[in-house]
């Protein structure tokens, strides 16, 4: 590992193999992996669905420029139409892409209506939306921004929840709020459904686009297949991505008409973005996630595990502080720094990460078996007699 730059500072251990919702060492040391690459595994490690899918795609065609039609694409942009608020689908390979390819649409669209001075962009301070150099000032965190300037400008931030910052840092050229419907690496703080609806009404009054981020939220992990869906609100764009590939790189926009009007060709553009192999695999992922059934179940087994977490609070009030979360989303805030938690949880064979604020995130696979949600609660339960 001696020449990877060292901007991560990774866990002493690798994994061969994975199925399901295991990894296993290259000794066979078996681990419940409840990371799935940072919800990006939606549907655990070699589906045999997705196995298939790429085997089958890989025989016939990887590749082709954007120059060119890609029916693959034009099928999935349908089916995420036909399920959601949107109306068309700008296909990129990762979150950050998504995020930043939702901010120029948002600003396009105002340019080409005659207002080019309407492109700030509102954010969370603190919140994450990537990590390309426009992305990390979106998030309005030191940490992600230092040494990284000259700061890319055109982002305001208000406090998560402290709706007068909000009101007060809007202004006539404010062209979107970028939120996350509940925000990940933030610490997995959920923004009500009534503040959801709030912003929807400031957005509609001011002439703002409002752009909510679904790239850890989204496909089914909040046990609805957007975050945002049980508020009722319809967002203007929607930057989506881990989930939707189920391990393969995928990201996109969603958006409505208003929005897209902007992006006339040429204004935007990915070699790799939606490619066939990519294409189609995101049709599989999406396909069985957005199954009623499907939907219904994570619902179910995840009103369980919370249930069981929340059962463990209440059995160790001095060490955990909250349980935080929507379906498979979930944070476990501790009192104290969670380092330790974490690495013991991994000795017991738990996968884990964690997120700010003391936070344990705890993100099993969407078809995780109640059988690994109980082992998981014994590990938990184990760990948290040794920390109390
Ligand atoms: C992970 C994440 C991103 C960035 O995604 P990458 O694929 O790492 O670029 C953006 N927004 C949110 C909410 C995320 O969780």
């Not at 390979?93 to 209506?113: D, H, L, P």
Request: glycine fraction near 10%; proline fraction near 3%; charged fraction near 25%.
């Amino acid at each position: 590992m001696g020449n990877l730059v060292k901007n991560y500072n990774r866990k002493k251990i690798s994994f061969m193999k994975g199925k399901g919702s295991y990894l296993y060492t290259s000794k066979g040391i078996k681990y419940l992996d409840f990371v799935q690459g940072i919800a990006v595994n939606s549907l655990g490690h070699a589906h045999p669905r997705l196995i298939k899918t790429i085997n089958n795609q890989s025989k016939k065609l990887w590749h082709v420029s954007n120059a060119f039609q890609i029916p693959e694409g034009e099928k999935l942009a349908k089916k995420l139409c036909k399920k959601t608020f949107a109306s068309y689908v700008l296909f990129q390979n990762s979150g950050t892409e998504a995020t930043e390819a939702a901010i120029k649409v948002a600003r396009r669209y105002f340019y080409s209506i005659g207002k080019p001075k309407k492109n700030r962009i509102l954010c969370i301070k603190n919140s994450f939306h990537g990590r390309t150099l426009a992305a990390i000032y979106a998030s309005g965190s030191k940490k992600m921004t230092e040494g990284f300037g000259p700061k890319v400008t055109g982002f305001d931030h208000f406090k998560f929840g402290d709706h007068n910052s909000l009101k007060k840092k809007i202004n006539k050229n404010t062209a979107a709020i970028m939120v996350e419907p509940i925000m990940g690496e933030g610490g997995i703080k959920v923004i009500p459904d009534w503040c959801l609806r709030g912003l929807r009404n400031l957005c509609n009054k001011k002439n703002i686009l409002l752009i909510l981020d679904e790239v850890q939220c989204g496909i089914g992990r909040s046990g609805d297949f957007f975050a945002f869906e049980k508020s009722r609100v319809k967002p203007d764009i929607v930057p989506i991505a881990k989930g939707i590939g189920g391990g393969f790189p995928i990201g996109a926009v969603l958006m409505n008409k208003r929005a897209a009007s902007g992006m006339t060709a040429g204004t935007h553009g990915s070699t790799f973005g939606g490619n066939p192999l990519a294409m189609q695999i995101g049709n599989e992922v999406l396909d069985i996630i957005s199954n009623k059934k499907f939907l219904k179940s994570v619902k179910k087994n995840s009103e369980y595990f919370h249930k069981q977490l929340r059962d463990l609070k209440n059995k160790f009030p001095g060490l955990i502080k909250e349980v935080r979360g929507r379906g498979f989303l979930i944070g476990l805030q501790l009192y104290k720094d969670q380092t330790v938690f974490i690495n013991d949880l991994m000795k017991n064979k738990l996968l884990t990460i964690r997120a700010a604020e003391n936070v344990v995130r705890i993100l099993p696979p969407l078809n995780v078996k109640i059988s690994e949600l109980n082992q998981a609660i014994k590990i938990l339960n184990k760990v948290c007699l040794k920390h109390k």
